[in-house]
């Protein structure tokens, strides 16, 4: 899955802006899915919303539609913490979405799929994936879509620290970074530095990628207290 | 190996209906699980992993949290009973550890070293698909007889039901979902490890007892008391001092 994410991500990794980042994992994401249009949106320190980056002004549309309504799937799948997957929005019950649902349907938006931006406690967004046509997105969608939504997360977390380029490294998919050790090391880190913890993950990849060394190996120090990141001076 | 008492069986099967209310605590079902098949069928140590969206096994739970005993279920996402029951659909049972080093030649030495003598793997299974597995590690030479096998895929089986959360599942949305879920509800548990472990200056294993003792004494969910030690440590303020 990774493979194919990787060489069309990798296209942009070398800006280090990272909404072009952005912008180029949604189009990215729309032709490998297959989809009409994907958007990420971002939730903030101020517990808003924002749209961060979009496939096409549709697709933008959609996403400042449910930031707007403040209801919708990325909505619901930040808020349940698991993906939102509705593959025909002509059939909802009446309850849900009252709002949006008929919108998006005016768009011409049958389907959508949200997934949150997670790792762990750490809450970032959400990435939506919408078509035209109504039905399932099948498991090798639904996977490359997980994949997107894995990638996101780390270009989100690359861009917090603006000491690390626009990483391709971050893209290719090493087994062991979700170890448990790397999990743990982040509770850690966060507790050594006293930021929250999506501050912690973005600092344990930065030292990870300045010292050329795997996040697993560098976690393993953390929990083992043979590392202990430090803040930065001033 | 005894085989399990009827009246316990049944026991445990009330306790696990109890637990599948709306907006249970995946990971303590799970761990629960782990725990009753340990204690019915008398076996140490009992793990449960899930695949991710890669189809890489992930621990969820065990009968036992300690460290060592976490590597040896986390390292089968390379190679292993578990593995192999979630490839293949296929039970593992009564494998002999020290007859395993060519089936298994980085797992079996690993394991027996860990003081285990015998292996099991039984998989979770949702009608076609295989979505993870339910490991057990012995420590003597005896054998699960058919008998005990069967209640512990039906343990498994249930798991399956319980993470899922419906007996009529449509296409495979919400194996996604509450898979995607469960999963990231583990990933939150390590991180409170951590920080706990830091903030007591105690290890991880001390931290994940601290952790389910204030959960259990104050009624609390495991996950969301993860999630607040991590996110909003004001609310619990006698677990993070």
Redesign the interface.
Same mark, same amino acid.
Request: charged letters at 20%.
């Given at each position: 899955?990774?493979a194919l994410v990787g060489p069309r991500v990798a296209a942009g990794a070398g800006t280090d802006e990272p909404l072009t980042r952005l912008t180029t994992l949604c189009t990215a994401a729309v032709g490998t899915l297959p989809a009409s249009g994907v958007g990420v949106s971002l939730m903030t320190q101020a517990g808003l919303f924002s749209l961060a980056a979009a496939s096409d002004p549709v697709a933008e549309s959609l996403c400042e539609l449910q930031l707007t309504l403040g209801e919708g799937p990325c909505i619901d799948a930040w808020a349940?913490?698991?993906?939102?997957?509705e593959?025909d929005l002509a059939v909802l019950p009446a309850s849900r979405w009252t709002a949006y649902a008929p919108a998006a349907l005016a768009f011409g938006v049958r389907a959508v799929f949200s997934f949150?931006l997670?790792?762990?406690?750490?809450q970032l967004g959400a990435m939506d994936v919408y078509r035209f046509s109504a039905g399932?997105l099948s498991?090798d969608a639904?996977?490359l879509a997980?994949?997107f939504a894995d990638v996101t997360v780390e270009v989100l977390l690359d861009a917090q620290d603006a000491a690390v380029p626009g990483t391709a490294g971050g893209v290719l998919?090493d087994?062991l970074d979700?170890? $448990?050790v790397v $999990?743990?090391?982040?509770?850690?880190?966060?507790?050594?530095l006293g930021v929250s913890?999506t501050e912690a993950m973005a600092r344990m990849r930065a030292h990870a990628f300045a010292a050329d060394r795997s996040l697993h190996d560098v976690a393993r120090d953390v929990?083992h207290g043979r590392l202990r990141l430090q803040p930065d001076p001033a | 190996m005894p085989t399990v008492a009827p009246d316990r069986l049944a026991a445990v099967f009330v306790e696990i209906a109890d637990t599948l209310v709306d907006d249970f605590d995946v990971i303590e079902f799970l761990q629960m699980i782990t725990a009753r098949t340990s204690e019915l069928v008398s076996v140490p140590a009992v793990g449960l992993l899930l695949a991710?969206?890669?189809g890489?096994l992930?621990?969820m739970a065990a009968s036992d949290e300690a460290t060592r005993l976490?590597e040896l279920f986390?390292l089968q996402?390379n190679e292993g009973p578990c593995l192999d029951a979630f490839t293949t659909g296929a039970q593992v049972v009564n494998a002999d550890l020290g007859h395993a080093a060519s089936r298994w030649p980085a797992f079996a030495p690993r394991a027996s070293a860990g003081g285990f003598r015998s292996v099991h793997a039984l998989p979770l299974r949702l009608r076609t698909t295989v979505i993870g597995a339910l490991n057990l590690f012995g420590t003597d030479a005896g054998v699960l007889e058919p008998a005990d096998v069967k209640v512990v895929q039906a343990l498994a089986d249930i798991a399956t039901i319980g993470l899922l959360q419906e007996k009529a599942i449509r296409?495979?949305?919400v194996v996604?979902?509450?898979l995607?879920?469960a999963l990231?509800?583990r990933?939150?548990i390590?991180?409170?490890?951590?920080?706990?472990?830091?903030?007591h200056g105690v290890d991880?294993d001390a931290a994940f007892v601290m952790l389910r003792s204030y959960a259990r004494n104050h009624n609390r969910k495991l996950v969301d008391l993860?999630?607040l030690?991590?996110?909003d440590p004001a609310q619990v303020p006698g677990l993070v001092r």
């Open positions: 899955m990774r349940s913490r698991r993906p939102v997957l593959p949150p997670q790792v762990g406690a750490a399932v498991t639904l996977g997980l994949a998919d087994a979700s170890h $448990y $999990y743990q090391a982040q509770g850690m880190t966060m507790v050594d913890l929990v | 991710d969206s890669r890489r992930q621990f976490l986390q996402h296409h495979g949305e996604t979902e509450q995607q879920h990231n509800s990933v939150v390590e991180q409170a490890k951590g920080a706990l472990a830091r903030i991880v993860a999630r030690v991590v996110t």
